[in-house]
């Protein structure tokens, strides 16, 4: 096991290096490149790239490359993002963000299908049950790699604070913060005062190290997957073309219950758009400044995760149902108290309690919408993910392509809209399954969709 379980720590560590960087970056790009809008530009491109990238990438590379070096160069375009942003404009920006979104489908795939070759090669020869391993080594991977929300955040708050110009926010620039912001790029000329060029280059000087060290984290101590073990992987993944691949995600929407779950699967990009995109800009940058960014995402990142592990283990007792109503109560306060709120730095503790109240609610629409895709639809799972990521990143580039172009309260009142909608259809959905079926999913089945549960943070 020793071979296997120090593969798997190469992916998780080199995962853990890469995403710190890329986590920080994303929940920055709002306020530092918040000229004509162009982060949250960015971060739209970069998830359209993504939905194009996942349809027809991942098997070709993986073919043609095996999963070490398809790790390896998919990597590597997360880097480009980080160099782009030396010299953030529309020219650098939106190149390097399509480059990430074409690498970030191929990336994902590859170390799924690694984790998953080496989880059935230690099974046969131990003779144990590949699932169970299988389950193990993603258990790690996640276990390591959901921290990288924390540290990328640490990172950017620890240089960020570093700044040496402390200004007073006056009572009259905070009028322009919140949900009824004033709309312009150059209202903040305090708390979203940008740090100095020698603190941002600092920054991704850092950012961009980290990514370096998981590329050669990977191509020097990950193995390169036996061909005759990866043989029976690599007919997988060639019997499907890219048209079939194609169609048959498109086909998949003749199922009813695949489309009444669109807009579930759509407002988990909305939601999470709105925290980092628009959150970070008109609420805690705006009334703290920049520096405060990395905290309170840190927050965020740390009850998802808790909750999504927590969600995970009691869900078998409490069922889904339950727990979507958890999360639609909890961000339905939220979003009402948003409207309501006029952020004010000496209420730095309720910057905290609303990204916290998010990530407990973003634990639900992650773990059981996924859940819910691999019961639902077990016979059709690759179609059914397909249809998930592309409807969810759909989400993302919709959120982030309004964010500069609309006042914060008219994204809170649609991501009300969108969750109202979300849970109506969703209901319908439940509706169906008690009619056809009125017995409760089996374990095995839920075993499935749990392990797609975090990839789709890219």
Not at 110 to 123: D, E, N, Q, V, W
Not at 136 to 141: L, M
Not at 220 to 244: H, N
Request: glycine residues 8%; neutral net charge.
């Amino acid at each position: 096991m020793e071979r296997n379980l120090k593969n798997v720590l190469v992916v998780s560590f080199g995962f853990l290096l890469l995403f710190t960087a890329y986590g920080g970056l994303q929940s920055l790009q709002s306020s530092l490149n918040s000229e004509e809008g162009l982060g949250v530009a960015s971060l739209s491109v970069l998830y359209a790239a993504l939905i194009l990238s996942s349809m027809f990438l991942p098997p070709i590379l993986i073919k043609k490359l095996g999963c070490k070096w398809t790790i390896a160069i998919s990597m590597c375009c997360y880097i480009t993002f980080s160099l782009g942003n030396f010299y953030a404009s529309w020219y650098t920006l939106i190149p390097t963000s399509v480059i990430l979104g074409l690498g970030g489908a191929p990336l994902w795939s590859a170390k799924c299908t690694y984790l998953t070759i080496a989880g059935t090669s230690y099974a046969e020869k131990a003779g144990k049950n590949p699932k169970d391993i299988i389950n193990q080594y993603f258990g790690i991977f996640f276990l390591v790699f959901q921290s990288s929300g924390i540290w990328g955040n640490l990172i950017s708050s620890l240089i960020l604070s570093q700044s040496s110009t402390k200004v007073e926010i006056s009572e009259e620039d905070l009028e322009c913060c919140g949900a009824y912001n004033c709309l312009t790029d150059t209202t903040n000329t305090t708390g979203s005062a940008k740090p100095s060029n020698s603190l941002i280059y600092t920054l991704l000087g850092v950012y961009t190290a980290s990514g370096v060290l998981a590329v050669l984290l990977v191509i020097i101590f990950l193995d390169q997957i036996k061909s005759d073990q990866a043989e029976t992987e690599k007919e997988k993944l060639e019997e499907p073309s890219f048209w079939s691949t194609f169609l048959a995600t498109f086909r998949h929407l003749k199922d009813k219950r695949q489309c009444l779950l669109i807009p579930l699967t759509m407002y988990s990009g909305f939601e999470q758009g709105f925290l980092s995109g628009d959150y970070t800009k008109v609420y805690v940058t705006c009334a703290l400044g920049i520096q405060y960014v990395g905290y309170v995402m840190i927050c965020f990142a740390a009850v998802n995760s808790l909750c999504s592990l927590l969600f995970g283990k009691i869900s078998q007792f409490t069922g889904r149902k339950l727990l979507f109503a958890l999360a639609t109560v909890t961000n339905t306060a939220c979003i009402i108290a948003l409207l309501l709120w006029k952020p004010h730095p000496k209420q730095l503790a309720v910057f905290f309690v609303f990204p916290a109240l998010w990530g407990l609610s973003d634990a639900v629409w992650q773990t059981q919408t996924n859940e819910l895709y691999g019961i639902l639809f077990e016979k059709h799972k690759e179609a059914a993910f397909a249809n998930y990521r592309l409807w969810e990143s759909l989400g993302f580039v919709i959120a982030f392509g309004y964010s500069t172009k609309l006042q914060a309260y008219i994204k809170l009142y649609i991501l009300l809209s969108v969750l109202v909608l979300s849970m109506a259809t969703y209901g319908a959905v439940e509706y169906l399954e008690a009619k056809s079926s009125p017995g409760t999913p089996t374990t095995t089945k839920k075993e499935n969709g749990g392990l797609h549960s975090q990839e789709t943070h890219m």
